[in-house]
T-cell receptor
């Protein structure tokens, strides 16, 4: 069975600090996809990134970066120079190839204080 | 391009009643998935429809059902509502090509259902 664990339930930092959100996953599939979504107070899940199991390259998009390591089954998300607008609940998710069925972690509530 | 829309946004129902929620996917998307979000269980997959057929199903009782129309719009129905069905119900759509690459899901704002 697939499982995603986000051990950090809540994180609170001061603006401009860097913050890393951890994600550990379990799957028996050799081909799978990993995702990060952001859920602001409005409730809508906003897609941030998709990574497939064959692509271990790290990715940077502005202040956001992702570190995928198959050896440790982790897909961590770092926000550099955090801003108040980054405050939200962040979800890591996993799906097997070919199945439109996401397994979500419990989410990490990130609060950025001014 | 318009995003995923869900109606209604808020709903209050009484235990034992039934409810129907509606979802209109992004234009061109043929896959529609439904998720339930509760504080206790988090985000859980309900089912997914593609070309009017249920293609994947989560571990929910038969009281939860859905369907998809030829224009890809989808509805989900919950019969005999229980207090525990109070949740945010999220719909997501995806561009999906059979045998082709797999694309991410885009979510709607959700329908908040309260069962009293």
């Amino acid at each position: 069975a697939q499982k995603v664990t986000q051990a950090q339930t809540e994180i609170s930092v001061v603006e401009k600090e860097d913050v890393t959100l951890d994600c550990v996953y379990e799957t028996r599939d050799t081909t799978y996809y990993l995702f990060w979504y952001k859920q602001p107070p409005s409730g809508e899940l906003v897609f941030l990134i998709r990574r497939n199991s064959f692509d271990e390259q790290n990715e940077i998009s502005g202040r956001y970066s992702w570190n995928f390591q198959k050896s440790t089954s982790s897909f961590n998300f770092t926000i550099t120079a955090s801003q108040v607008v980054d405050s939200a609940v962040y979800f890591c998710a996993l799906s097997e190839a070919g199945a439109q069925k996401l397994v979500f972690g419990q989410g990490t509530r990130l609060t950025i204080n001014p | 391009k318009a995003g995923v829309t869900q109606t209604p946004r808020y709903l209050i129902k009484t235990r034992g009643q039934q409810v129907t929620l509606s979802c209109s996917p992004i234009s061109g998307h043929r896959s529609v998935s439904w998720y339930q979000q509760t504080p206790g269980q988090g985000l859980q997959f309900l089912f997914e429809y593609f070309s009017e057929t249920q293609r994947n199903k989560g571990n929910f009782p038969g009281r939860f059902s859905g369907r998809q129309f030829s224009n890809s719009r989808s509805e989900m129905n919950v019969s005999t509502l229980e207090l525990g069905d109070s949740a945010l119900y999220l719909c997501a759509s995806s561009w999906d090509l059979a045998g082709g690459p797999w694309y991410e899901q885009y979510f709607g704002p959700g329908t908040r259902l309260t069962v009293t």
